[in-house]
């Protein structure tokens, strides 16, 4: 598999609310590689079968933070709702997609600095307005609840590193993607199970009842975090291109995170340390706490300008989740412990 092209066709579709464009693309290519796959409301789910009944579950997630309409007035202005914790300061003059009887391209309106008062603050999502050039038209093809999404085609910057819409979480999606072609068709010590879910950004929804569904004996979701940038603090922060962060919290499974990154350090897979005191705001979150309780890891990407339509990653850091999580899995996960 390409990661580079399979990240950037993922990025370019949409998947918000009853909007499945890239849950649709995930679930044609993880069923090229599954031994079986099922798609329903919340989660796409793959299986390859290993020789023992027990059974790792890898998470990741597809939905992307997006905008609802909630008002259109007589001149076509729209306003919105957010889906999700997407950035209001990023939003003025930017594209987007207005999902309603037709896909519609609008723009978020934007005051000239020659009439701006030079104070404004984004803070009020209902004052920012959106403008299709419809005119009264809009009312015509828009409706009240239709989903808006960033319109922003996924682009190389440098060497290995690339910026698009929703890298946050397709990144995640396309290690999922990656693992199951490589772990076909391999004897496997243990049944191996993709969660590619839902409605994360609305509060870990398709997550919770993917792991109520699967019953896994463990698990790992793979995310996103905070990579490095211009006044971030290194404490706050991985770095870009450091490989994957392995996380660290009291919610997480200790002998999970050890076992991730002893195979790093032995095999020479680039890879930093998360440290969380609590929550760690992923799917693994609620993995944890599902039935009886799950053990969980918890592997993530760095990633700048997280939920805006310019997310930044090294698709090399992506590769070092897959290498990991390769090996992690042939060993068995920690079935033995």
Known sequence: MDI??????LSDLSAVGSITEASDLAFELLSKYADTARADGLTVIGKLKGKSDYTIMLDAHIDEVALIVTDIDKNGFITAAKCGGIDLRTLPAR???VHGKKDIAAVFCSTPPHLSKGDEVFDDISKLKLDTGLGEKAQDIISVG???THRTKASTLFGTRVTGKSFDDRAGVVCLLELAERLSGKKLP???????????????RGAKTAAFRIQPDEAVAIDVSFGDGPDISPDDCGKLSGGAMVGVSPILDRRISDRLADIAKTEGIPYQTEVMGGRTSTDGDVISVTANGVRTGLLSIPLRNMHTDVEVIDTEDIKSVCDILESY???GGVMND
């Open 4 to 9: 580079k092209e399979t990240l950037f066709r």
């Open 95 to 97: 594209p987007v997609t």
């Open 146 to 148: 239709d989903y808006i």
């Open 190 to 204: 243990c049944n191996v199970v993709f969660s590619i879910c839902d409605s994360e950004e609305l509060g870990l």
């Open 329 to 331: 899995i042939l060993s």
